[in-house]
Structures are given as C-alpha cells and as structure tokens.
C-alpha cells in the first residue's frame, strides 16, 4: 500500500501563490503516476494536474495551466503544486493521489488517496 499526506493548505489571497506538497510512504516503488485533485461541496472531484514519477512528464487540467506547476522529488517521495495567481475559483480541498498503473487525468484510475488539505482563497 501507499500513504498519502498532504501539507501547505491555508489562506491565500487572490493573485497570490500557495504550495501544496505530498509526501508518500510505503510501498513507493508502486508509483506511477502522481496526481493532484481537488473537489469543493456538491460537486464532482476535478482534476488538476499529474506527473509521471519516472520521467516528471506533466499534464495539466486547462483551468490551471499557465498558473499551477506540478513538480517531485524523486528522492523524497514528495510531490508539489506550486499554485500561482490562485483565485477564489481555485479555493477547494486538494488531494493528492497515487495511480500504479496510468497516466491519467481520471480520478477513479486512481488507487491511493490522501486525506485533503483545505485551499481557501480570498479576495
């Protein structure tokens, strides 16, 4: 199994960055692709951005692109989403989230999930 454990949720402000980071543990080696989600109440999980733990090729969701890097530390086991020009849109729970098998923006291709950290974005 993978542990999951996000950190740097908070308070923002509009125009301002936040980074979220992602720290994994146990079975590591299981790791393909790492993926950051994030849902807000009454609605559907969003995903946001992934990153290929061999390569650190990236895929971005089109509403994030521009504005939020996706990075890792192979060496760590820690991923990132470093979130610039955050608006209050971008206000959520975040989760980060473990796929052994895909490269996938899909969020139910995913195994291992952590436990959220809240984004709160003000204006």
């Known amino acids: 199994q993978v542990q999951l454990v996000e950190s740097g949720g908070g308070l923002g402000q509009a125009g301002g960055s936040l980074r979220l980071s992602c720290a994994a543990s146990g079975r590591t080696s299981s790791i393909y692709t790492m993926g950051w989600f994030r849902q807000v109440p009454g609605k559907e999980r969003e995903f946001v951005a992934c990153?290929?733990?061999?390569?650190?090729?990236?895929y971005y969701a089109d509403s994030v692109k521009g504005r939020f890097t996706i990075s890792r530390d192979y060496g760590k086991n820690t991923v990132y989403l470093q979130m610039n020009s955050a608006t209050p849109e971008d206000a959520a729970v975040y989760y980060c989230?473990?796929?052994?098998?895909?490269?996938?923006?899909?969020?139910?291709?995913?195994?291992?999930w952590g436990q959220g950290t809240q984004v709160t974005v003000s204006s």
């Open positions: 989230a473990a796929d052994p098998k895909e490269y996938s923006s899909r969020w139910y291709n995913y195994d291992y």
């Open positions: 990153i290929k733990w061999s390569t650190a090729s990236t």
